[in-house]
């Protein structure tokens, strides 16, 4: 399976640098680039090197000869982040403060001193390994979920919008109905029903995800309708087809970008709730903040556990929002016009 | 001022001072029972209640180990006997002058002024129809099914009450009647009654030491029916303890006060006198006051219980003296426990700590009809379950996830119960990873490969828990084998879905545990008896373990008394699961409880039985520890009167210099 991982990374890196290239030949778009670089550098950077992890993370082999000494492990398809951390080796018997000489529980020297900057878990392992390994789970939790979600809230809001009558009804009433059900029940149902794998909660989380998305893109769809230009379109024998492609969509562009962004950060806390609740993912930062709060509340204290993940997912979401809030402010024709 | 005087005169102390030399225990609860009905209630918190305010037919020494049955209300344990009729029966004869606690349920079936009536055998057959009644529910009727007619009663009920709605809205007392009652319980006179079965049955006596065959009045059932505002029985217990429950208010407090009529005042049966043998180490360590020996019990007036449904402040109030004993708080663990022993603090404070074992253990167990590590296999599966057994590491692990609360298991037997061996070192429970390489080579899986097909070996660890605390759990097992080269993969579903897999035998590796519900070794033992199987009979021997030599062993020695010839057959059966290891035998739970220096007698019971009755107090001592200890600190107050002297006087100086 690991090789299906490497080539949709080897897509995801392709698709990014054509999309790139893309853009950079739209003034819009490329003014828009270099106007979000010049406020959000920092937020930028920082996403960027979470990107930069869970792809090193998502590149995975088989080596021969493997010398690790772990049987097991030799024989799995180990990451880059797997091979610089080399957990098998790189662990010790249980808790250890960060840097610490010693355990927590022994007053025994630790195999790795002064070594583990985040200190160790229960098992020993390595927490900002452990930190770093949710990188991934995270960026595919919001992106996976997110590519989801927003074809889906596109199709159904674009085609309930612009065609009105009966679509309308039936669009708004799933959307209705959908949106009277407590969420969080929705998303534990699903979850039993499906299972617990990546791309089951991924499902779970784009079906409960999509019905706030669908109504903005319905209203906005509304108003569009109206608009002179896509009137004019109309007038001039233009199919409908064509109109929402090249006349529509386009206008909802921004909004796609915003939505993603603000989805993005919804969707990576959600899975923290879920581990919360023994339904996440493995390896998620939900799961490691779940393993360690009771020991937030023991005497003495052990805080490093729940500071690692914790701190990721703070700077993550809070990168996210900031880059966020300044592409609204940047797309939105309302916030432009303010600004001039 | 005024309010600085009225605070600093005010005492945290939450009891009224007229008890304060009152031999009254303090305790604490935190949710009510469900039911204190002596048939149905299995909670360790109804048994606080249940297991004082009813009185049993046998009861369990309270110093000796291994349990030893003795005679509570009855004159002596029964031993078997052969009928007539060629059935096996124990008889029971009551002892004189045991009545039920004073009560309006009788009152109103037996005329103004009589408030109680004396204990007949047929309150001993009421309780027992109870339990064979389905409409009861009782937790424990499948396990009477021994006694001859039992089920058959119960469905005969069933089917009465179908065909007849008037015999349907009967009292019980009256469709027991004429249901014809239980065949198998014999009523001889008001003082003796017997069991009947078609074979012996030793532990049948086991549940007479339980509440849930405490003498029942039908009295208080027909009467406490939630009718025309009266209470349930399930909230009213009318029994013969040593306790009566005073008081039962679910959401604030309850309050047992000692029973004046109780049986145990007037007679000199074993289990109204403080037993002089024991554990020879009971007087030295502590949990058994010398004084108390030979005295007649209970020693306390009362105990209250108040609700408390935080834990954190309920250990707060045990370290303020305001509850006499305790549990360690899982969070305070660190500090109270160190190196196993109470903390130099703890211990300033003359606090005692007792370990119990509980008679529990808890298993990593292998699906013996798995082709890969179950029978089939033959010897190489079994150097395979010998090589992972020897990796485990049941101390490390209690360390880590339980604070050391529990006992590594060396067999499936926990202490306390006969046949338990606390010398004995089971080879394959010893940590020793070169040991476990070696018979991995053995088995044809050196490293974790198969040496026949050349393919890595793939085991599963099949689970129902979700949470990532168990998660962290499987690993610390799953991290162990792994040091051996075995790619064990954690299949974690839901629990319904573990229960369907383990219905369809599709499992390899789980871990589970086993409370007994009563202190033999047949009660382990059945575990893994082939009649028992899961895949045959739907039984708790999830290992599906079936040893031809281990069923003939175990036959024998179920209905044995506790000589050495059990022993030696018990001895020959953990050898057979030694070699066989059906199961990674991990722990036998631990309770840890605190008591403060003024409670005397506090031997833990092991059993969920808590026995108030053996309790004693000091409260004199009480009183003055808790005085010292919760001794208002007054000069915060002071210091904040002065501070706002200094900040308004001032103020004060300004206004009137300026009126002026």
């Known amino acids: ?340 | 001022m005024l309010a600085a005087t009225i605070i600093a005169a005010c005492s945290n102390n939450p009891y009224p001072d007229a008890d304060q030399d009152a031999k009254v225990l303090y305790t604490s609860f935190r949710e009510a029972p469900r039911t204190l009905d002596p048939a149905v209630a299995y909670t360790s918190t109804a048994h606080h209640i249940t297991a004082n305010v009813f009185d049993t037919a046998l009861e369990y020494h309270f110093r000796k180990r291994p349990y030893e049955l003795i005679p509570g209300l009855v004159e002596s344990v029964p031993s078997p006997e052969v009928r007539e009729d060629g059935r096996i029966a124990y008889r029971f004869t009551l002892r004189e002058g045991i009545r039920f606690h004073a009560d309006a349920c009788f009152v109103r079936y037996h005329g103004q002024d009589q408030r109680t009536r004396a204990v007949q055998a047929s309150d001993f057959a009421f309780a027992l129809m109870r339990l064979a009644d389905p409409a009861v529910n009782s937790p424990i009727r499948s396990s009477l099914f021994a006694v001859n007619d039992f089920k058959s009663f119960g469905d005969r009920l069933v089917s009465m009450r179908m065909q007849d709605k008037s015999f349907a809205g009967l009292p019980v007392h009256e469709q027991y009647e004429m249901a014809g009652g239980i065949d198998g319980v014999l009523v001889h006179g008001t003082g003796t009654f017997e069991i009947a079965l078609d074979q012996p049955d030793a532990q049948i006596l086991y549940w007479f030491a339980l509440p849930f065959t405490t003498p029942t009045a039908w009295e208080a059932v027909a009467y406490y029916d939630g009718n025309e505002g009266r209470e349930r029985f399930a909230d009213h217990p009318v029994g013969t303890g040593p306790f009566r429950l005073a008081a039962y208010d679910k959401q604030y407090r309850f309050v047992l006060a000692a029973n004046e009529d109780w049986y145990g005042l007037k007679s000199a049966a074993p289990g109204s006198i403080f037993p002089s043998e024991g554990e020879a180490h009971d007087i030295a360590s502590g949990v058994i006051d010398a004084a108390s020996v030979g005295k007649p019990l209970p020693f306390l007036k009362r105990v209250e219980f108040r609700r408390e449904r935080e834990s954190i402040p309920r250990f707060n109030k045990f370290l303020q003296g305001y509850y006499d004993a305790g549990d360690i708080v899982k969070e305070s663990f660190d500090s109270v426990v160190q190196n196993d022993r109470l903390s130099p603090e703890m211990a300033d404070l003359g606090m005692k700590l007792e370990k119990a074992a509980e008679p529990t253990v808890y298993y990593i167990g292998f699906n013996m009809d798995d082709p890969v590590v179950g029978r089939a296999g033959g010897d190489r599966s079994r150097k395979l379950r010998q090589a992972m057994s020897l990796a485990i590491d049941a101390e490390r692990y209690l360390k880590l996830f339980t604070n050391g609360r529990g006992v590594p298991a060396q067999s499936v037997l926990p202490p306390g119960l006969f046949g338990h061996d606390a010398g004995y070192r089971n080879p394959y429970r010893q940590p020793d990873l070169e040991r476990a390489a070696a018979l991995l080579v053995e088995a044809g899986y050196a490293n974790g490969i198969d040496a026949e097909s050349g393919a890595p070996l793939k085991l599963t660890f099949d689970t129902g828990n979700t949470t990532s605390q168990a998660k962290l759990q499987y690993q610390f097992h799953i991290n162990a084998w792994r040091k051996l080269g075995l790619d064990v993969q954690l299949a974690v579903t839901n629990y319904n879905q573990f229960q369907a897999k383990v219905r369809r035998g599709a499992y390899q590796i789980f871990t589970w545990g086993w409370i007994a519900d009563y202190p033999d070794p047949e009660n382990f033992l059945f575990l893994l008896e082939s009649s028992k199987a899961r895949s045959e009979s739907e039984g708790p021997n999830t290992a599906n373990f079936k040893n031809a030599a281990y069923d003939r062993l175990f036959r024998d020695m179920e209905d044995m008394p506790n000589t050495e010839e059990r022993r030696r057959l018990i001895v020959q059966m953990l050898e057979i699961l030694e070699r066989e290891r059906p199961w990674i035998e991990l722990y036998f739970r631990e309770n840890y409880s605190l008591s403060h220096a003024w409670l005397r007698n506090t031997k833990p019971f092991g059993l969920t039985y808590p026995t108030y009755k053996y309790v004693d107090i000091d409260p004199v001592k009480r009183a003055d520890l808790r005085r010292g200890w919760n001794a208002p600190v007054t000069w915060p107050l002071y210091a904040l009167a002065l501070l706002v002297i200094v900040l308004v006087a001032p103020g004060f100086a300004t206004f009137y210099r300026e009126r002026q």
């Not at chain 1, 010398?67 to 808790?95: K, L, W």
């Not at chain 1, 630790?110 to 200190?119: M, T």
């Not at chain 1, 109309?234 to 962004?261: D, M, Q, S, W």
């Not at chain 1, 556990?305 to 979401?317: C, E, K, P, W, Y």
Request: proline letters at 3%; charged letters at 15%.
């Open chain 1, 1 to 340: 399976m690991h090789w299906i991982s490497n080539l949709i990374v080897v897509l995801l890196v392709m698709g990014g640098a054509g999309l790139a290239q893309r853009l950079r030949h739209n003034r819009l778009w490329r003014h828009a680039a270099a106007e979000l670089w010049a406020r959000r550098r920092i937020s930028i950077v920082v996403l960027g090197l979470f990107v930069l992890v869970a792809l090193l993370d998502s590149v995975a082999w088989i080596s021969s000869g493997d010398d690790s000494g772990d049987r097991v492990a030799a024989s799995q398809p180990r990451s880059v982040i797997d091979r610089v951390f080399v957990p098998e080796s790189f662990v010790e018997t249980s808790y250890s403060a960060p840097f610490a000489e010693k355990g927590f529980y022994e007053d025994t020297a630790l195999k790795h001193p002064g070594q583990h900057v985040l200190g160790t878990d229960i098992l020993g392992n390595d927490v900002l390994y452990r930190t770093l390994k949710g990188v991934r789970v995270a960026l595919l939790i919001g992106g996976l979920t997110s590519l989801i979600v927003i074809p889906i809230a596109l199709f159904f809001g674009v085609s309930a919008g612009y065609f009105g009558g009966r679509i309308d009804d039936v669009v708004f009433f799933v959307m209705t109905v959908l949106a009277s059900i407590p969420s969080l029940l929705l998303l534990i149902a699903l979850i039993i029903v499906l299972g617990t794998g990546t791309l089951q909660v991924c499902i779970a989380l784009g079906v409960t995800g999509w019905v706030s998305f669908c109504r903005i893109s319905r209203g906005e769809t509304l108003k569009l309708r109206e608009a002179d230009f896509v009137q004019a379109a109309r007038a001039l024998g233009t199919p409908e087809r064509r109109i929402i492609t090249k006349h529509i969509l386009p206008n909802l562009a921004h909004l796609v970008v915003i939505t993603f962004a603000l989805l993005f950060t919804g969707l990576v806390l959600s899975e923290t709730v879920l581990s919360y609740l023994g339904i996440g993912l493995d390896n998620s930062w939900g799961q490691m903040i779940d393993q360690a709060r009771n020991e937030l509340s023991r005497t003495p204290i052990i805080w490093w556990n729940i500071a690692g993940a914790s701190t990721a997912l703070f700077v993550l979401v809070l990168s996210v929002n900031l880059i966020a809030d300044a592409v609204r402010d940047i797309l939105d024709p309302r916030t432009l016009r303010e600004r001039q």
